[in-house]
């Protein structure tokens, strides 16, 4: 009878658990995306690692508009080839300009870009 209680007490106990917030989901995705991009897993992505993604052949990552006075300056065609925008969203996402995007900038870039839709 004891045992019956308690495995029914622990059933509505995982019942009671709350889903996990629409934020916490995009944490977990950022930090998977983040992992995944990081192949020597130093917490921290060179360009090579950054331009492996693929984000920037997203829709709407393709439509941001893309307008700042650096980024006219260096693509006076507006027109942008996937090189011009892997650099260009690199140097956004490199806050600190050490030419490496450590895990506080990604999560930054990506929830600021990626998720954006």
Known sequence: MKIQLLIVAAAGLLLVQPAPSSEKREQGASE???CRVDRNNDRELTFEEFSSCEFYKLEHVRRLPYSDAEFAAANRDR???DDELKAYLFDKA???KDRKIDRKEW???Y???ITLR
């Open 32 to 34: 998977r995306e983040f």
């Open 111 to 113: 929830n600021s870009v």
């Open 94 to 96: 490199d806050k600190n």
């Open 79 to 81: 027109q942008l080839s």
């Open 107 to 109: 999560e930054e870039f």
